[in-house]
């Protein structure tokens, strides 16, 4: 497409509305989806709480007991709380969209939604599985 | 059963409005009737005036979308008495120019349709001589769903992202292509890649997934765009590795 991109002729007799800034609150669908892009930003602060904790770890035991300490205070612990079910809302929302954009066919059939979800799940659980596994070895 | 229902139909008369107002007509209910049917209803009996589209009334053709209480449906295939005890309100489609009452102007819709070639694009055609392009019903099965659409529209009413951004090509149209990329008899994927790999294209997208949830043939848009965007980034990522091999 060009770099311009082409819009409807004016018309001075057709009315056009104006897109309200509030259209994510018209339904509920809108609204799960503004949510759903939302929960990017508690993915990324997990992201940099992970990162401080491995500047902590680098900079020795004393740094690393002042960073899980500082976890432990109210704000982080309340902060903590609502990026895990912002980011259990994103890995869910997304792990049912996955047949969409995923379509595999087997000896020409269709593989089942239901079957791309379901593996989606069993991967997650079998990964979690083993990270708390190596977690909690010792 | 209530013996009659309201009818409260957004009007916009340009010589006369500035912007659309409601009317509402009180007219008879019955089971049987949908909202198509209560409109002419009114052209016939009550307001000669109202301007709305429509023609097959049996879902085939797509022309009288329109908004029913704030979702875009087909009034052909809309019952009344889904939505007892009234009022009914009918709105014109969402995101395009109010032409008059509830009939919208497609000009945008059919401009980005003919970019995206829906066609079916040949090397080298054969001479008609040689017959038809043969099909197995599995290679039928592959985009048959995508090629379900009749253009109704109301999956770019449905679409926030074309609100906002009016360059995005939009979901028909770009189930429509996917339609042709995936037909077995096609061989023009690489001049639709152009068009749908662009900024106005499949990327523009965020997956609100409302079309796919208001087209009525049960096309699925959303899936078509996303299936592409797996087929746009690896075609990227083969340019990337194989910059001789790629096209």
Known sequence: MSAEPHYT??????????????WWLQNRSYTGFVLRELTSVFVAFFAVVYLWQLRALAQGPEAYGQFLARLKT???????????LFVLFHAITWFNLAPKAMVVRLRGKRVPDWVIVGLNYAAWLVLSGAVAFVLLRG | MPSTVELTVARYRPEKESEPTFQTYEIPFRKDWVVLDALNHV???????????????????????????????????????????GPVRVEALDYFPVVRDLVVD???FMRKLKQVKPWII?????????????????????????????????CYSAC???????????????????????DSRDQGAAERLKI??????????????????????????????????????????KSLLLPWGAR
């Open chain 2, 106 to 108: 497609l000009t945008d």
């Open chain 2, 122 to 154: 040949r090397k080298e055609e054969k001479p008609p001589g040689e017959g038809e392009y043969l099909q197995t019903p599995d290679q039928l099965d592959v985009y048959k769903q995508f090629s379900m659409c009749i253009n109704c529209m109301l």
């Open chain 1, 9 to 22: 002729l004016y018309h001075p007799r057709w009315y056009r509305r104006r897109v309200s800034v509030w």
């Open chain 2, 196 to 237: 749908l790999s662009e900024h106005d294209g499949i990327w523009q997208c965020t997956f609100v997934g409302e079309c796919t949830k208001v087209c009525p043939k049960h096309v699925d848009p959303a899936a078509a765009i996303q299936q592409y965007k797996l087929t746009g980034a690896t075609h990227w990522v």
């Open chain 2, 160 to 182: 926030p992202i074309y609100g906002l951004e009016p360059s995005f090509i939009g979901p028909a149209a770009i189930a429509l292509a996917q339609r042709y990329n995936m």
């Open chain 1, 74 to 84: 109210p704000l982080l612990l309340a902060l903590d709380t609502v990026a895990f």
């Open chain 2, 43 to 85: 052209k016939d009996s009550l307001d000669g005036s109202l301007s709305f589209r429509w023609s097959c009334r049996m879902g085939v053709c797509g022309s009288c979308g329109m908004k029913v209480n704030g979702t875009p449906k087909l009034t052909c295939a809309t019952f009344l008495s889904d939505y007892l005890p």
